[in-house]
């Protein structure tokens, strides 16, 4: 059992930055996979990136690959995910997830944040 609580979005321009943080808490955070989705008003959730057990391997979705970077400190029970040269396309809320599994569907992933708003102006 693991509960996320997301945190770091807002407004900012293209081309911009941001930093979204995941705190997470539970006795099986450690033994969790780490993952970032988003949804957009009128679309399905998408897959954003997801990140292994140790942190060692991270796979990303094309949309945002070069861009956006996810890490996490196990010590701190905490997972980010680094946010570059935003587009407007990126705005969505964004979800934090733990599965059991590095996969990249939603329904692998068996608990959830409340989201953080990312908003990008062109």
């Known amino acids: 059992q693991v509960q996320l609580v997301e945190s770091g979005g807002g407004l900012v321009q293209a081309g911009g930055s941001l930093r979204l943080s995941c705190a997470a808490s539970g006795p099986t955070f450690r033994a969790s996979a780490m993952g970032w989705f988003r949804q957009a008003p009128g679309k399905e959730r998408e897959f954003v990136t997801t990140?292994?057990?140790?942190?060692?391997?991270?796979t990303y979705a094309d949309s945002v690959k070069g861009r956006f970077t996810i890490s996490r400190d196990n010590a701190k029970n905490t997972v980010y995910l680094q946010m570059n040269s935003l587009k407007p396309e990126d705005t969505a809320v964004y979800y934090c997830a733990a599965s059991t599994l590095p996969v990249q569907s939603p329904h692998g992933y068996h608990s959830w944040g409340q989201g953080t708003q990312v908003t990008v102006s062109s």
């Open positions: 990140i292994s057990w140790s942190g060692a391997g991270a």
